[in-house]
């Protein structure tokens, strides 16, 4: 922490020079003065030195080269309408600090080049532009990527065909190892297009985990190969789905950005959907008279062999269809009334003497999907009931705590056995309002609970979550961005970037960047403007 | 009431019959039964009858038959994947109710075309739909286009390329005579297919007034050729701005849909961005020693003679530009504390014996802009406080009810007063929260005061209002609908239909008609799906 806090004293002494660049998340560390390089894109290259082949790095290189040098609003919309930027030509040699141009950066990675984005995935990287040698300097291939991000962000047009970039150096890693984004394809479809669009929005944030919750009570869009009828079945309709190849899609785009992919599979609860294609997995719920309710199931029936088969089967095939290290399992809000009034259930009770306490049998449902899960090598993420409901879990599992009341001390209380921790309760971004509201997302902080260094060490991250009750393709861009870009700071950026007055001018720059990319944004803060509003 | 309550009662005795129709906002009255007709869209015509040429109809009928047969989800966005709607072929013979095929509709108006809606239009029409002859018949062309509206709500798709009609009569009118959407393209700039494609959206849903809030304290977009430095200074940026060309345009487009067009021109507050090209304008604010304080002005600045030139050369240009006989000249929120420090106006003040009541000051302003507005020959609406200030209004004054609090009792206040009343207050849609929120837009009733027969009939309409401070293009849509639908029927349909819980279906229904035409409406009633959320 002392490391931390002397850093961001030299960050600020030099804030006119950071305000420059305007990066979004704020790097660790800005070095940079007046003096800058003009950049002409028909003489730029960017090269890279890798010990082997690392296809990653050619494509990032690519899709970054395509994006740096943006001089319209053509790709906000088809219904672009002739109208660009300024078209000014300056005369560098009179502006005060020009120092030459910049043809080339070189990106110099000193590991092998990984394919798949990871739990120890190292992201750090430093950047050095000056007038001989510009070069991003990382240990990993997703250090390079995080840098060409920022190289991106650093550079700015400054007439018409022409760009510069400040010299400088920036020494750059993330404050956190997970930082997650949940996206909700269950309560309303998400055309792949717009995955698409958020995992460019993510990339553009520095976020790398992405959080799938793909299946939920209201439809099972995900085509398992092993239980085709789930989809069949589950899906609001039969083209509602992804595909094992649109799946496949979605982890290498992730992938290719740097973005783990985890998949929620959430039981027992939040699985009416299940029902529909998988017979005699659901409980039966019975009425007040201890007769079958026709059509009426409740969470998983934890008491059947058959379930325990079924899920070994379905989570085998996850496993093989997921290749990260972690499944998220959910585990929450599992109702009870169902459980209770079946008399089967009632009878495994009373031999397991359990007593009344229905949360003995949720765990004793967790604890054996979680023995099936690790028999798979997988690690996984369960919502904070898990541990809450004192199931016996693994050390590196990692708890997710989501309830928005008192989630400090559910914090400390999960750090204090022992386990990672994840917070997401002060990040649901799906609950709107009027008027400006990333301020309170961006001064939320997961470290800020009452526990000793070490318990604040178990704090692996974050994650902003958009469910889908009120969201989809139409609204999910907008009401998503830039609200999460809040986010993506507290979780990239020291921790004492806390103040969002001083974050203002950046957050506002890191809109209007996005918009220019495409994404259609929101604007949040009250009136203002961006240079394609007139292109959206 | 009598009348309309009778009407409902009947409606009811039918409801199943309703709902196969599903239209939006409901008709006053249908009469229908499980008897259909096929329409095979390569052997359909609509031919109209009307006394001489009328281009408005000709121009809607094109444009009806243009969306009346969509077989799959392409217009819903270019990355349309080819999935389409089910294509099985129905044979019509087997199905219960099968009457026949029809060929064509035609459509009778009785009087001569009129080609811009006024305050006068008659939007009631009849549609019969029988084997023999299948009719719209209307008064005036902007029923006729009501009915289109109508007409194509009730043809369903039944398979590929197979559509079909209910037989069955509808008699329907406004239950309102004004039908607005206020849309604000101050506080961010909104380019003209975001404008285009609400108006779309109000054909849709039966408005008939768009109240274009151009201007405000943030920018000035609208090019006056008198004034041309208001937009030249006081636009975002020099390409965010509304030329003639573009106003006759927005101005056509809404005509050709039987939707007037009201620009707001809000005076003397919210005028900031009108002090930026039109110096001397505003008022000059003083500090506390009496000095003026550098660049900060107040609002217009009442006591100067070059004021009131200013507004009568802009105002006369403005009654030239948009042709409804009504201009909304505001008048909502003035600030007094920049004219309480100033000086002159404090002298002002004095000479004409107004003491400390800025509320006349106010009214002297009001009252020089009104006499200025009726010399031009138009009408005017005003926001409610130029009532509550009780400034001399011509009774024909349609007085804008906006305030949340107490709306029933300001209602009463205004009608008892003989004026006009229109209200906005229960339906400011930007404001959001997390949820369904359609219900309670849906259960305001502007003739819901303690008020009598003769006063509730003043009340000409209502009007949903979508301000923009945390609205661009990239939201526009998706917040503004289907949120909108639920005021369009309050102000539509009979008073009779107030059970949001009966009209969800229909609702829901309509919130996918708008999405198939390409409209990116968003899921406001939680988890569910229209056909093309794949294609969003």
């Known amino acids: 922490m002392a ?40 003489n730029f290259t960017i090269k890279s030195k890798v010990n082997g082949d690392c296809p990653v790095l050619d494509r990032a290189i690519k899709r970054y080269l395509d994006r740096m040098f ?14 660009y930027f300024s078209n000014k030509t300056e005369n560098f040699n009179k502006i005060h600090g020009y120092d030459g141009q910049m043809t080339m950066v070189l990106i110099q990675v000193h590991d092998k080049c990984e ?10 990287y430093t950047i050095k532009i000056d007038k001989d040698h510009s070069i991003i300097d990382s240990k990993s291939v997703w250090g390079a ?20 970039i400040n010299i400088g150096q920036i020494n750059d890693e993330p404050r956190f190892t997970f930082r997650g ?7 309303h ?17 520095k976020f790398n985990v992405f959080h799938w919750h793909l299946v939920d009570d209201q439809s099972f869009p995900f085509v398992s190969t092993t239980f085709p009828a789930l989809s069949e079945k589950g899906a609001y309709r039969s083209n509602f789905i992804y595909t094992p190849e649109d ?17 929620e599979f959430d039981t027992p609860g939040h699985t009416q959907s299940w029902g529909k294609g998988q017979p005699n997995l659901l409980t039966q719920c019975y009425d007040a008279k201890g007769k079958p309710k026709p059509n009426v199931y409740g969470p998983i029936n934890p008491v059947l062999n058959t379930t325990y088969e079924f899920i070994q089967k379905l989570f085998h095939e996850i496993a093989q269809r997921f290749p990260d290290q972690y499944i998220h399992l959910g585990g929450d809000e599992v109702e009870f009334g169902c459980w209770k009034s079946n008399p089967i259930l009632q009878e495994f009770m009373k031999t397991n003497h359990f007593g009344d306490d229905y949360a003995k049998l949720e765990s004793y449902y967790i604890t054996k999907l979680i023995d099936i899960v690790q028999n798979l090598n997988r690690s996984y993420i369960v919502w904070q009931e898990v541990f809450d409901n004192k199931v016996n879990i693994r050390p590196e599992t990692v708890v997710n705590v989501w309830k928005g009341n008192g989630w400090p001390t559910e914090m400390k209380n999960v750090a204090k056995a022992g386990h990672h921790v994840l917070l997401s309760a002060c990040w649901y971004l799906n609950y709107i ?26 704090v692996i991250g974050g994650e902003a979550c958009m469910w889908g009750e009120f969201v989809d393709a139409s609204n999910l861009i907008s009401r998503t961005w830039p609200r999460a870009c809040a986010v993506a700071e507290r979780l990239w950026s020291p921790e004492s970037f806390k103040d969002y007055k001083n974050a203002k001018p950046r957050f506002h720059e890191q809109r209007c960047r996005m918009q220019v990319l495409g994404l259609k944004v929101e604007p949040i803060e009250g009136p203002d403007f961006c240079y394609c509003d007139d292109a959206i």
Chains 1, 2 share one sequence.
């Open 3 to 42: 490391i931390k806090i002397y850093l961001s004293v030299v960050v600020l002494t030099l804030l006119v020079a950071i305000d420059a660049y305007k990066i979004w998340p704020h790097p660790k560390e800005i070095k940079t003065n007046e003096s800058f390089l003009s950049i002409d894109p028909k």
């Open 70 to 83: 943006i001089v319209d609003c053509s790709r906000v919309n088809e219904h672009f309408r002739g109208r």
């Open 115 to 124: 394919t798949i984005p990871n739990t120890d995935m190292n992201e750090a």
């Open 145 to 164: 990527l995080r840098g060409l991000e920022t190289l991106s962000q650093m550079i700015t047009r400054a007439g018409k065909n022409q760009f510069r």
């Open 181 to 187: 984004f949940m996206l909700d394809s269950s309560r």
């Open 189 to 205: 479809y998400l055309p792949l297009h717009a995955i698409y669009e958020t995992l460019d929005a993510m990339e553009m944030n």
């Open 247 to 263: 799946v496949q899609k979605v982890s290498h785009y992730a992938n290719d950005r740097g973005i783990r992919v985890i998949p």
């Open 433 to 458: 309002g009027y008027g400006t509201d990333w301020y309170k997302y961006y001064q939320c902080d997961p470290q800020n609970f009452n526990g000793t260094q070490q318990e604040k060490n178990l």
